[in-house]
């Protein structure tokens, strides 16, 4: 594309809303300015977290965006869902600095979207600039090892590939809406011991006192955006250990998102004692974070708070699917199927490339040699 410029942004606010999201599209959430910006106005991406932003915009002779990349230096491999710790580690005791790398995802959002955001044009040629010669562009000026696209499109990775990008894939499960009427014509789906268990989880979580509310962009205060920042402790201290997410990102998202934003909240005797946060994207429910308070629990609340409550909506509002995050056979028996996700990864280092492209090859048939496995344990019906 003759006369096309490539500009690397410290800060998204850079690049004014309207034009980042003609490119990024309604679709998708997580990869809208809105969602983006929150993150870094809330100081959970930036410098000092190992989360630079080096947003990459392609404009042309007369200054038109193009297309543009969630791209980020990154000092470490934390926040991403797609695991390199063990590439890192082999190429440092090779005598080789895996760190800083280039990350093209949404931080701390293990969400399948687009990653090479062209809007709705026809022409794919900026699509085709970004995975051929743009990112790669961007790795060698900052003298960087490498570059990572997770949680791309299976087409963009198809893209990628013929640009000579390394593929992996993963699994995450999901939830299909086939145009059920509603929850109970859900379970009549699946087989009957399937269907028995799940309303008898669905009926203790809600036999212990607690009641559920769900609550939409202006209606989540500031209160309740309190109470679920202790929740998103209290998991963090329970799994990881750090918490990413900084305390004024939650109020953010209802700011910009709007109606976007779900909060499943549940209730003790009026006191908010859990909550599970969902976007909503064009036809997906997001599952994305959840918490309870500390010292407490409760049968099944998870389950209820996060997948059941999250299907009802679905269904309500018409959505094709609901995909409740990384990981988690559990999943399965819950009535969500295995999906196959993608990456894509450029290693500017021969070896190393060569390396990773032999675990990439054993990984790839191990996954799909597994998945039959995995389709077993769903609770549908035979033809469901």
Not at 317 to 325: I, P
Not at 366 to 382: E, N, S
Request: proline letters at 5%.
């Amino acid at each position: 594309m003759t006369g096309t410029t490539m500009i690397l942004h410290r800060r998204i606010a850079e690049i004014p809303a309207r034009e980042w999201d003609a490119c990024a599209g309604d679709a998708n959430p997580f990869v809208s300015h809105a969602f983006l910006s929150a993150l870094e106005d809330s100081g959970s991406t930036g410098p000092a977290t190992g989360w630079l932003p080096q947003h990459l915009a392609l404009r042309d002779g007369a200054g038109q965006l193009l297309a543009v990349a969630p791209l980020y230096a990154k000092s470490h491999s934390f926040g991403e869902y797609v695991f390199d710790q063990q590439w890192a580690q082999a190429f440092t005791q090779a005598g080789g600095q895996y760190y800083p790398k280039l990350q093209v995802a949404v931080p701390f959002s293990p969400v399948p979207g687009p990653r090479l955001l062209v809007g709705d044009a026809p022409d794919a040629d900026a699509r085709r600039l970004l995975a051929g010669r743009a990112l790669r562009q961007a790795c060698g000026e900052l003298d960087l090892s490498s570059v990572h696209i997770t949680f791309c499109t299976e087409h963009e990775q198809a893209l990628l590939g013929e640009s000579g990008w390394l593929s992996r894939l993963g699994v995450q499960y999901h939830w299909d809406n086939d145009g059920y009427t509603g929850f109970d014509d859900f379970l009549e789906a699946l087989a009957s011991r399937k269907r028995k268990a799940i309303r008898r989880e669905r009926r203790d979580a809600n036999a212990c006192g607690l009641t559920f509310h769900t609550y939409r962009g202006t209606e989540i205060t500031e209160s309740l955006w309190q109470d679920f920042y202790q929740f998103y402790l209290s998991t963090v201290d329970r799994k990881w250990g750090s918490a990413y997410l900084q305390p004024g990102f939650f109020p953010l998202l209802s700011e910009r998102l709007g109606e976007r934003v779900v909060l499943m909240i549940a209730r003790s005797e009026g006191v908010p004692v859990a909550g599970a946060l969902n976007l909503m994207g064009r036809d997906t429910l997001y599952g994305r974070n959840w918490g309870r308070l500390a010292g407490h629990d409760w049968p099944f609340l998870h389950f209820e708070l996060c997948y059941y409550r999250a299907i009802d909506f679905a269904i309500a509002h018409g959505l094709k699917r609901v995909e409740a995050g990384a990981q988690g056979e559990h999943k399965l028996q819950r009535g969500y199927r295995p999906c196959l996700t993608h990456s894509a990864h450029w290693i500017s280092h021969p070896g190393l490339r060569a390396a990773v492209a032999e675990f990439l090859g054993q990984e790839r048939a191990a996954i799909m040699a597994g998945l039959p496995a995995l389709d077993a344990l769903t609770p549908y019906r035979c033809g469901s």
